[in-house]
């Protein structure tokens, strides 16, 4: 089986099996925001910007106030990226992240979803924790706490880390092994399947207040997982909540970690700055999908998009040449060098690309090239830097609300993704601008949701149920499946 065609998005009658549709009948466009609780996420120095809130990170208001905006533009959900040490590449030290603020400070994202749940009914929550540094019986109990408290509205995106200084700080000399943190990270969600899916029977709590038995203990059962990685014998600490296992989040673009996606992921975010290269990846994805077994939209795919818009396409550019002006160059060549994992401190910053010699700053360029679009540039290193200094390294759309709605429905129809990941360039400003002019002119093209669906995250994004299909690898671990092995 292969990928089908998927030439015609837009129209009602060329739609693969699995892609959701609005009720126009044509192929929807999700949203999530893209965030990090820190003050410096993307878009390095806009902190700096007089309309800019990030300060405000560290407060409840902060969160609750933007998850209510986002539900009133009837988003999919909130993705809060985590990173679990400084960006220290560049410079070969954190002076200058620390100075930056670039993804530092970093505060824990499970903790500020609960008190965004209260104040919203169906806004989903996506969030970040690595594999590499936690036990899985005690994050099993905290997705489930987190899967309870939201009523189903919650996901977990998987990270194996990238960052040599997490590992450092976990007493570990360096990261495993690129492929082997993968292998680690399989072993990990077998150990969160087994106490998710496969520890307590549905009916096991009974609740009996008459014959005083809260839990029926014949219904909940040891795991007995001892593998390569973990040893973890016992029962899964926590009742079963409304998705058993929260949605299931990835990012690998590697050839492993499109395996690994193909394996688990139910979302998948993707940064590529092209439409070439957004087209090949989610192909990618989606035939990792038909080797595991499934089908190839049984994973929505969302790309990474900075979008800047106002009224007019002359006012929208007039916002973005104003944010220009607080891009921290040094803050970009910070996150580069850690995304690339190359110290770009020891190039000067005004000298020409042609003369760096590094295969994967080259490639960048060339990355860079096809996305503007303008052979005319002289690509330095602070060029590069300032192009990513609003939006990081994906694409940015200048214009008008139709302007932008009409670009991100080409997107879709010309690259297969599922939606985007938007990321902010001020906070929540940007949100605010795309809920006021981006959406009703989706809205207006048919390729946006009018109101939400009811029930838990899975049941918004698949419209197939609360747990996980019966195709997913992790429902071999449920009670019923081991039964009939």
Known sequence: MSVPSNENAHGSNDLPEGVPTTAAGKREILFN????????????????HPEDRARDYNTLGYWTGLAQTLEQGLFDGLFIADVLGPYDVYGSSDEATLKAGTQVPVNDPM??????????????????AGTAYEHPYPFARRLATLDHLTEGRVGWNVVTGYLPSAAINMGQEDQME??????????????????LEG???????VNDKESGIFIDP????????EGTYFKTPGIAFTEPSPQRTPVIYQAGASTRGRAFAGKHAEAVFINSPTDDLIKGTTAKIRQALVESGRNPYDV?????Q???????????????EELTRYIDVEGGLVLMSGWMGINLAEFELDEPIGDVQSNAIQSAVETFKKASGDDSIEWTVRKLAEWCGVGGFGPVIVGS??????????????TDVDGFNLAYHITPGTFEDIVEFVVPELQQLGRYKTEYAEGTMRHKLFGRGDHLPQNHYGSSFTLRNRAAV
């Open 33 to 48: 925001a893209f965030d990090m609780n820190c003050v410096a996420h993307q878009s390095p120095g806009l902190w700096r």
């Open 111 to 128: 903790l500020v979803v609960p008190p965004m749940a209260a104040v919203t009914e169906h806004l989903a929550f996506g969030v970040t």
């Open 178 to 195: 690129h492929d082997e943190r993968y292998n680690h990270a399989d072993e990990y969600l077998d150990v969160v399947y087994k106490l």
């Open 199 to 205: 520890s307590w029977e549905d009916d096991a709590v």
């Open 218 to 225: 014949s219904k909940v059962h040891r795991i007995e997982h």
């Open 300 to 304: 929505r795919v969302m790309s990474m």
């Open 306 to 320: 900075t979008i800047v818009t106002g009224t007019t396409d002359e006012e929208a550019r007039a916002k973005y």
């Open 401 to 414: 609300g139709a302007t932008v709605a009409r670009e991100l429905t080409r997107i879709q129809d010309e």
